[in-house]
């Protein structure tokens, strides 16, 4: 042995033929900076093969613990410095291993050994060890920075080693042992679900313990799910005492309150809202004024008022961030008293509002606007269907007196809808989108299950209502961009080049043209205009909607792509979205010349709080949802279904059922009998012995083969296919269809035709 190393003497207890300790590698490769095998061999002065092979294996083992980075062919190996560690947020998989998601580089992939550490969401350290075969830079946890919570709900189970506490997907890999002790303390039987604290985390060698706190009632499995949920993404489900004790010191208003505020509670204001809402945030009217003009006045419940800033309901507001919508249930940003009382604009009773009084001329452009506090006293609490059968037919019996028996009412609905239909022009001449997608909501039967998956219509009256809180968005967000108020933007934007360049290629198809970078939204209106009409429609504006880049808050305004506007904000929601509350106090304080208030907060960490807690509440009832139906589905294994490809990938075709609005994957291997290749361009799967393709907006008949709960997936059989989208023909079709228009082309002169799609733009 010819190197100095200080722990050769344990070296030579442990081998035979000894080779240099990790310590001694370290120190070596430090001072080399970056070595290969080859060299550190040669620095050793190894040259025996079985040695030279030891010093590999030992390198492998380095890399693997994450003390040693590998890189490159042939191998050069580092020492890992504090700049090699990052920090992210675990990903766990159902089949056991994870990844470190990262936001400025790619994943770190963590195997199962990795996995026994950590359970799914929790922020850790890493460092990123060496390359697996297929590309995925491989991590190594070297701290648990923050546990992201510290109790779960399970099936109590048990095994020869005794009881423990398995989790649902995505923690399924990470079962809870509890002792005998706990559950016959609590007279539980085996399968029975349970809600169980951590006492001791989880280790390389051993499962987490924990102790069972609640035996959960699995009489209803949708609310099984959400307060499974609730705790798998860390959403806060009760409120303080604190918060709740501010809460319910507040009485309703008195003249002490009105001080200083406009009185409205003559007006004709009134609520249309969904059948089934409880909080009413906001409320319209609208007046014809001289030369055609129009006045109209968006009245938004005054949150500000109750919420004071930095109290404990405000603390509480801004951890939740937004309120959290399920099937039948929701998790309000505030208490109950507030959202469904004192802040929501009940009719028949007087309530604090900020609002927005706006003047628009008879072009459809807003040419003034002030907010102010005010008070107001709802004339009718209206839903959308009454008021579209209204407008449909005013002699309509169904619609209330509320609305018909009142005509101070009556003439500002009227006036609403003629607005609305001067805005719609406004929209389409800004290229404002709006893709033909379906979004349904679910209808359970008296024992909880679901009963019907229904499409949700959306008619004129929810259409003017969304202008109404549009003219409102837009305005505040004017008036804080005007005056430097310090609030959060609503922000969208434009797809970046990959997307479009993916687009560019997509729109092929059709026949049409789209930029490979920086579209406009007149781009995206072309497409959309050409193709609404046409049977795959929602498959292709799913695809469009697929390029666009997520919307976020932030202190600076970058406007919005989608919705065309080159400013806007969120100031028409504030008893469920915290980004709308603070813009009411911050443009409450400018016009009452008060002071701004001091936030124990930046804007930047309330861009980056209100932002992932939308993420979080989004993920978090999809996940809801697709749960639900996964568990419809599994009494409907073996039955056929009629279906539309809405995705096409390189694995499969995903499939929209017409009829239950349920998705599944007809995996690649179960597509038909040929050998099919992924055109991803043309987003199509081609046989290539027998020419068929499939694609997007293609009927097709599927069997259910299969429902997965643990990964939420549901597996088609392919059984038929019933009718081909217009870009989807077999490859013998489209020859035939080239041949015959040749023959046309020759039969006929030069001169040229075309048809484009024409329709009425839509919001996306």
Request: charged share 25%.
């Amino acid at each position: 042995m010819s190197w100095n190393d200080p722990n050769a003497s344990s070296e030579a207890q442990k081998y035979d033929n000894p080779i240099p300790s990790r310590e001694l590698i370290l120190s070596t490769i430090s001072e080399h900076g970056e070595v290969t095998h080859q060299q550190l061999a040669k620095a050793f002065n190894i040259d025996e093969p079985d040695q030279f092979d030891a010093l590999g294996n030992r390198l492998k083992a380095m890399a693997r613990d994450g003390q040693v980075n590998r890189e490159g062919r042939p191998y050069r190996y580092r020492t890992v410095t504090q700049h090699d560690i990052v920090t992210g947020t675990v990903s766990a998989h159902p089949k056991g291993f994870g990844f470190v998601l990262l936001d400025d580089m790619p994943d770190l992939f963590l195997h199962e050994k990795q996995m026994r550490w950590v359970f799914n969401g929790d922020t850790v350290a890493a460092v990123g060890t060496s390359t697996d075969n297929r590309g995925r830079t491989e991590g190594r946890i070297v701290d648990i920075v923050e546990r992201r919570q510290n109790n779960f709900i399970g099936t109590l189970a048990r095994d020869e080693d005794g009881y423990c506490v398995e989790l649902g997907s995505p923690n399924n890999h990470q079962p809870i042992t509890v002792t005998d002790e706990n559950v016959e303390a609590l007279n539980i039987k085996q399968g029975a679900p349970v809600k169980v604290d951590i006492i001791d985390w989880p280790n390389q060698h051993e499962f987490a313990t924990g102790k069972i706190t609640d035996v959960l009632s699995d009489d209803n499995d949708r609310e099984l799910i959400i307060e499974t949920t609730l705790l798998n993404y860390d959403i806060p489900s009760e409120f303080s005492e604190a918060a709740l004790e501010q809460a319910n010191s507040y009485k309703e208003p008195t003249e002490k309150d009105l001080k200083g505020r406009t009185d409205l509670r003559d007006l004709p204001l009134i609520t249309i809202d969904g059948e089934d809402a409880r909080d009413f945030d906001d409320a319209v009217f609208a007046e014809k004024r001289s030369g055609g003009n129009y006045r109209v006045l968006v009245a938004i419940a005054d949150v500000s008022y109750y919420v004071t800033p930095n109290s404990p309901l405000d603390k509480d507001a801004y951890e939740r961030g937004t309120s959290v919508y399920f099937p039948h249930r929701v998790i309000p940003m505030l208490p109950e008293v507030l959202s469904n009382g004192l802040c929501s604009l009940n009719p028949n009773l007087d309530r604090l509002c900020m609002v927005a009084d706006i003047k628009i001329s008879r072009a459809g452009k807003v040419t003034g606007y002030e907010f102010y506090p005010g008070v107001m006293h709802s004339q009718a609490r209206l839903t959308y269907n009454q008021v579209n059968a209204y407008l449909a037919n005013p002699k309509d019996k169904s619609v209330p007196e509320s609305l018909t028996g009142n005509k101070d009412v009556k003439k500002s609905v009227d006036t609403l809808h003629q607005l609305y239909e001067l805005l719609l022009k406004k929209r389409e001449e800004r290229h404002a989108m709006e893709f033909e997608t379906v979004e349904t909501y679910i209808k359970f039967n008296e024992k909880g299950g679901i009963e019907a998956i229904l499409p949700r219509t959306r008619g004129d009256a929810q259409k003017l209502i969304e202008e109404c809180m549009l003219l409102a968005n837009t305005c505040a967000a004017n008036f804080a961009l005007k005056h430097e108020l310090p609030v959060l933007y609503r922000n969208h934007d434009k797809p970046d080049s990959e997307k479009s360049l993916r687009i560019h290629e997509y729109a092929k198809n059709f026949g049409l043209s789209f930029p490979e970078e920086s579209p406009t939204q007149a781009d995206y209106q072309r497409i959309i205009e050409a193709t609404k009409d046409r049977p795959d429609a929602i498959s292709i504006h799913s695809m469009l909607l697929r390029s666009m880049m997520q919307a976020n808050y932030a202190p600076d305004n970058i406007g919005h792509f989608g919705l065309a506007y080159d400013e806007y904000s969120h100031f028409t929601s504030p008893i469920r979205r915290y980004p709308d509350l603070m813009l009411h106090r911050a443009i409450k304080a400018k016009v009452t010349n008060s002071k701004q208030p001091v936030m124990d907060f930046s804007l930047e960490e309330a861009g980056t709080q209100t932002s992932d807690t939308e993420r979080r509440a989004e993920k978090a009832s999809r996940y809801v949802e697709s749960w639900l139906k996964c568990h419809y589905m599994k009494d409907h294994v073996g039955e056929e279904f009629n279906g539309v490809v809405t995705t096409v990938t390189s694995f499969g075709l995903f499939i929209t059922l017409t009829e239950l609005y349920i998705d599944g994957l007809v995996h690649i291997s179960n597509v038909g009998d040929d050998f099919f290749v992924y055109d991803e361009q043309q987003q199509q799967l081609i046989g290539k012995d027998r020419g068929i393709v499939y694609g997007l907006g293609d009927l097709v008949k599927v069997k259910v083969a299969g429902v997965n709960m643990d990964l939420l997936q549901i597996d088609f059989d392919l059984q038929a296919k019933l009718q081909s989208s217009q870009m989807n023909q077999t490859k013998k079709d489209k020859s035939r269809k080239t041949s015959a228009n040749k023959t046309s082309v020759n039969k006929t002169s030069a001169k040229k035709s075309g048809s484009r799609g024409k329709g009425a733009s839509k919001k996306s």
